[in-house]
């Protein structure tokens, strides 16, 4: 879910506001939804195995397990999504070319996006990969106001992107950024930064003596997409790589544009129990060591994510 946005004024940002909008216990993140069992293609690639470059840097009970049991919310293509039963994406390539690194399968789980880091720090999962804005709120388990609500967690850095604004196809209303929705209509998926960003424009609109913006949030991203096609939401607010995705594919690229330039980048992070700082450090080396052998570049190359490479990963590199 992108950098200040899943996000301060103006995403699957999942940009600033999963800034500091998503702790309920972690974050405002909570409760968990339906879960959907589905892997990335390491469920066939990955075996635990001592061979495996990194094995020996994990934790010795998932060394034990052979698997990395992984949360999400597989609605946001192309960073992750369902297709044919399967979960699949930039991110359960990046964890199957990661499994390779460390011995063992990465198996994804999709559930509601704002119970993710609850779900993580109860122990359901090992980590959260999501397109997960890492922020300090985030890495602090605060809200939004800066009330400490959880423990919060660790990220490692894995992507970067920002929060991109998206209209219905022809931009009747001629939004061209989201300085331009006071007073109009917004849909977003809740319990994400570009949520939070939504929020923030919306007081800057109100401090400027404009009207204020009428956020409209809803449990999943798909309702919010509808609620923008139907005309009843004079625009969405996501991540730019799904932004840009939807406006590809949706009915045929008919449905919806992408307006303006991606605002507020920022790292998506692979969240981790803060007491598991064994697991935040393997999985650091794995991500570097797929930058290293140019297995990241292809992946996102594959997914047209290009634009959101890093260089090198961090752990908690997020503001």
Known sequence: MTASSRRTTAARSRTAAVGAIAVAGALLLTGCGDQTEGGGDSSNETSSSSKAPLFDKLPADIQKAGVIKVGTNAEYAPMEYQEG?????????IAAALGKQLGVEFKFTSGSFDGLITSLNSGRYDVAMSSITDTKARQEGLDDKGKKLGPGVDFVDYFTA?????????????????????GQ??????????????????KSCTDDGKKKITIESFENDTE???????????????????????????????????????????????????????LSAALEEAVNAIIEDGTYKTILEKWGAESGAIDKAAINGGK
């Open 85 to 93: 039963g399967k979960i699949v994406g930039v991110d359960p390539d």
């Open 162 to 182: 920002g929060t991109a604004v998206y209209v219905q196809k022809g931009n009747p209303k001629k939004i061209n950024s989201i300085e331009d929705l006071c």
């Open 224 to 278: 919010a997409q509808t609620r923008v096609k139907s005309g009843g939401a004079v625009a969405g607010v996501n991540d730019y790589p799904v932004a840009i995705d939807m406006a590809r594919k949706a009915d045929g690229g008919n449905a919806f544009e992408v307006v303006g330039e991606q605002v507020d980048a920022g790292p998506f992070g692979i969240a981790v129990n803060k007491d598991n700082k064994e």
């Open 185 to 202: 209509t917004a849909a977003v998926q809740r319990g994400t930064t570009y949520e939070q960003a939504l929020q923030a424009q919306s």
